[in-house]
């Protein structure tokens, strides 16, 4: 897990909030300390399982434990089970992020960006309020939020100014391991500056106003 830590260190060190999909099914007791220590987590929920029982013999069979090649395709975790099944995954699944971080998630990432209208009509009924997703769940009444930037931390231009930047922790972990240590700090410096950026157009914004406001 020490490539995963440090690529969450240092996202979580930037001072960055951030969303992390987190596979509830999957979730142990030594992964807890570590989760509950990011002070910029926002917790959002992953699928329940990932499908990690089917595809994570693949993975491990191709060489492939993080499928940076692409090993096992798209897929949509709740195929074919009915509408009861997958509420009562969900429900189950947001239950234990509570118990065992203390926080509910709001959000939800679906698996490979893909669900169907049961699992948007579950999510609205268990409480969550917004989807993560790269493509819209159909008959979903949630907003979803869609990213405009979706890769790995290497090919993002520092011209760019993404509202929402999207990253695998995996894909960014096999970088650390193969000797990339710069792209990930080059992105979260780029975030940084842009938050800045924005944050000082706001200010003078508001200064502008506050001045015409007091000539009349």
């Not at 240092?10 to 596979?23: K, M, N, Q």
């Not at 570590?34 to 491990?60: C, D, N, P, T, W």
């Not at 990339?180 to 200064?207: H, I, K, N």
């Amino acid at each position: 897990m020490s490539s995963l830590h440090d690529v969450l260190t240092r996202i979580d060190e930037a001072g960055l909030p951030f969303h992390l999909g987190i596979v509830p099914a999957i979730l142990e007791d030594r992964m807890l300390p570590f989760l509950r220590g990011l002070e910029q987590l926002v917790v959002s929920m992953h699928g329940f399982e990932h499908g990690y029982a089917k595809h994570s013999r693949i993975l491990r069979e191709a060489g492939d434990p993080f499928n940076q090649n692409n090993t096992v395709r798209g897929f949509d975790e709740f195929a074919g089970q009915t509408y009861p099944e997958i509420e009562a995954k969900l429900r189950e699944g947001r239950q234990i992020l509570e118990s065992q971080l203390g926080i509910t998630p709001e959000s939800y990432i679906p698996p490979t960006n893909a669900a169907n209208r049961r699992t948007g009509r579950a999510l609205l009924a268990t409480g969550f309020r917004y989807v993560l997703s790269e493509r819209a769940i159909p008959g979903c009444e949630l907003p979803c939020i869609g990213s405009d930037f979706y890769d790995r931390s290497s090919a993002f231009r520092p011209d760019s100014r993404p509202n929402v930047a999207c990253l695998h922790a995996t894909w960014e972990a096999d970088m650390h391991r193969a000797g990339d240590r710069e792209s990930l700090p080059r992105f979260l410096a780029a975030l940084r500056e842009q938050r800045e950026r924005a944050r000082a157009e706001v200010a003078s914004v508001a200064e502008r106003v506050v001045t015409q406001l007091a000539r009349g």
